[in-house]
C-alpha cells in the first residue's frame, strides 16, 4: 500500500513537473531564449531592430528636427547663399544694385535681403501691402498676418498721418495734413492734386484762398481729417477766423460749406470728412457775402 502511495506521489510529481516544463514551454516561444543562437541573434536583431526602430523615431525625430533646422537652416544659407549672391552680384556690378529697387517696392534689394524678402516680387507674402510698406506700418514683409490673430495685413487698419507741401499760386497754403483710420500704407495710397487751373469751377470759386484740391484714396476709411496750414500773411484782407472749408460736390455741381475750425496760433484750419473729393478754403466772408446777394438764397440755405 505505502508503495502504491509512494508511486502515486511520484507520479503527481512528475506530472506537476512536467506541467510546469509546459508551462514554461508556452512561454518559451515568446522568449528569444527558446531558440538557438541563430535565433538569438534573430533577437538581437529584432532587439536592434526595435531599438533601431526606436531609436530611429527617436533619431528620426531628431534628424527631421535637424532636418527641419537643416531645412531651416538651408534657406537661411540658401538665403545667404542667395544674398552673397545678390551681394556679390551688387558688389560684382555697379555698386548699384544692393542699392536698387527692381521691383519698386520701397526697399532696396540690399535691404530686401536684410528682410529675407523677394526683390523682385513688390508683396511677397501676398498680403496686399508692398514690401516696403509694411516696415513703417510695424508689419512683417514675409508674413500674410503679422499678429496671427486672423486678420491680412491688407486688412488691418491703422490710425495714420500724411503731410504733404504744397505751393500754391497765391502762396497762402504752405502745407496739407491728412489724418485718418485707413488700411494698407497712406503714403503709397493716398494721392492729393491741385486743381487749380484744371477745374473751372472749383479754380474760380468765390473767396478762394490757395488752390482746390483733389483728395483720392484707394482704401476704405470712415473718417479723415483735412489741415491745411496757411501763410497769414499771404491772407490779405482776410481774416483767419473767417476761413472756411468747401467741399466741391462734382456730382451735383455744388458747393458745400464745412465745418471748420480754425488755429490760429498755429497757422491751421482743419476739418473732418467722411469721403474724399474737392477741398478748398476760401474766404467765409466773401463767400456768405455773395450767397446773400444770390436772389435764391432763400433756397440755398
Ligand atoms: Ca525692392
Ligand atoms: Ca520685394
Ligand atoms: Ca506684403
Ligand atoms: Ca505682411
Redesign the pocket.
Known amino acids: 500500500m505505502k508503495k502504491l502511495i509512494i508511486l502515486l506521489m511520484a507520479l503527481m510529481v512528475l506530472f506537476a513537473f512536467t506541467a510546469c516544463s509546459e508551462d514554461t514551454t508556452g512561454l518559451e516561444p515568446r522568449s528569444p531564449r527558446s531558440s538557438s543562437s541563430d535565433s538569438q541573434a534573430q533577437d538581437n536583431e529584432d532587439n536592434d531592430e526595435n531599438n533601431t526602430d526606436e531609436e530611429k523615431g527617436i533619431d528620426n525625430e531628431n534628424d527631421n528636427d535637424k532636418g527641419l533646422s537643416g531645412i531651416g537652416e538651408e534657406p537661411v544659407g540658401g538665403e545667404g547663399d542667395g544674398d552673397g549672391g545678390d551681394n556679390d552680384g551688387g558688389n560684382d556690378g555697379d555698386g548699384g544694385d544692393n542699392d536698387g529697387d527692381n521691383d519698386g517696392d520701397g526697399l532696396t534689394n540690399y535691404e530686401e535681403y536684410l528682410y529675407g524678402t523677394d526683390p523682385l516680387n513688390p508683396d511677397t507674402?501676398g498680403?496686399g501691402?508692398w514690401d516696403g510698406d509694411?516696415i513703417p506700418l510695424g508689419?512683417?514683409?514675409?508674413?500674410?498676418?503679422?499678429f496671427g490673430d486672423g486678420i491680412c495685413?491688407?486688412d488691418r487698419v491703422f490710425r495714420q498721418f500724411s503731410q504733404r507741401n504744397v505751393e500754391t499760386h497765391d502762396g497762402a497754403v504752405t502745407n496739407i495734413y491728412v489724418e485718418m483710420d485707413t488700411t494698407g500704407y497712406i503714403e503709397r495710397n493716398l494721392k492729393i492734386k491741385s486743381m487749380y487751373g484744371i477745374d473751372v469751377l472749383s479754380t474760380d470759386v468765390i473767396g478762394l484762398i490757395g488752390e482746390p484740391f483733389d483728395f483720392m484714396i484707394s482704401t476704405e476709411f470712415s473718417e479723415a481729417k483735412l489741415t491745411f496750414t496757411v501763410d497769414k500773411s499771404k491772407l490779405g484782407e482776410t481774416s483767419f477766423e473767417d476761413l472756411l472749408f468747401l467741399w466741391y460736390d462734382e456730382e451735383d455741381q455744388n458747393f458745400v460749406e464745412l465745418e471748420t475750425v480754425t488755429d490760429e496760433e498755429n497757422s491751421t484750419v482743419s476739418t473732418t470728412t467722411t469721403h474724399f473729393s474737392q477741398y478748398m478754403i476760401v474766404d467765409g466772408r466773401e463767400w456768405f457775402a455773395v450767397w446773400i446777394k444770390n436772389p435764391y438764397v432763400d433756397m440755398v440755405f
Open positions: 507674402d498680403d501691402i509694411e508689419l512683417n514683409p514675409t508674413l500674410y498676418d503679422t495685413d491688407g
